[in-house]
C-alpha cells in the first residue's frame, strides 16, 4: 500500500476496532475490504498489529471481538455490522489517539518483531540520542519517534509525533523514511527539523544540509539545502519555500536569534522551543520587534529580558503566557 494515499483506510479500520466508526464507515469500510484480496489481507495484518500493540488490553477486549468476529462474518460470509451507539460514545475520547497509534504501529509490526523496535517518548524536557544506525536526533518536549531497521525491505523506519532535529547518518542501501501522521520523508543522508506538532496548522521540514522528499496527500517535493517544505492541515496542500526562520535547528543549538523580528514570530520560536503557549494580547504587539540573541537561557530569563527589552507585560502561568501592553 502507499501509505499516504491510503492513509484513510488505514484510520478508518483502527477507528472500526475500537468500535468509533459510524453506520456510512462501516458501509465503506465493509466494501473496501469484499472488493479486493489484497484489501482483505491488509485489513488482516491491521488487526494482528492492533493486537501485537496491545492497544484492546487498555480498551476492553469484548468489544474489540465482537466487532472482529462481526467484521470476520462480513467478509465470509456477507451481512450487514453496525456498531453500538453507547459503545461509541465509550471510546469516543481515546479514539483518536488510538487510531494515531494502530497505524504507527502497523507501520512497524507488518515487518517486525516487538523486541526490535526502540521507543522513545518526552514529556518536560528535549531528548538527545543516537539511533542504532548512528543517526542523531534531538526530540523536543511532548514529541515521540518510533525507529526500526526493516533489513528485509532495506530501509530505516522512524514515526514522529510532534517535533525533532535529525542529522542522518548516510547509508546508501538503507534510505531513512521519517513518517508523520501528514508526510512521509525520505533521505539517504542529511541534516533537517520537522514541525508536525498536532496544535499547528501546518506541517514544515526544514533541510540544512543535503536533499530531502517530502511526500504529503498527492503532491510531493524535493528539498535542498536552506528550503522548507509546508503542508497545510488546512487545505491540503504541499508547497515549497525558501526558508525564512534562523531558529529551526535551535534544538540543536540552544541558540535563539532576533534580529529585527516580529513578536509574532518571536511568539512562535519561543512556543516551539519551550513547550509553552505564547499569547499576544493585543493585535497591535505582533509587529513589534525585537533585537536579541538568547544563549542556553531558560523560557523565564528569555520573558524577562523580552519584558523589559519592549517596555510589555507578560503574564505567566504554567506553561501558558499572555503579553500584553504597547511596545516602545
Known sequence: MDYLQDQHIDELI????SNNTTPSEVETLENWVLADEQNKQHFLKMKKAWMLSGIEQNTGTANTDKAWQELNQKIVPPMKIVPSKSTKRRWLAIAASMALLLVASFWFYQFLQPNDLLQVATTTATKRLQLEDGTDVVLNQESSLQFAINEKAGKRMAYL??????EVHRDTKHPFIVKTKHAVIEVLGTSFYIDTREAQQEVQIIVEE????VKANNGS???????????SKITNQLVKIKNQDPNYNALKTNILQFDNTPLAEVAFALNRQYNTQINLKNESLKNCQLNATFKQKSLESVLKIIESTLEVDITRIGNKVVISGSCN
Not at 509525533?161 to 535529525?166: I, L, P, Q, R
Open 210 to 213: 543535503g536533499k530531502v522528499a
Open 221 to 231: 517535493v524535493v528539498l535542498e539545502q536552506g528550503e522548507k517544505a509546508i503542508f
Open 14 to 17: 483502527a477507528k472500526y476496532l
Open 161 to 166: 509525533e510532534g517535533d525533532a532535529y535529525f
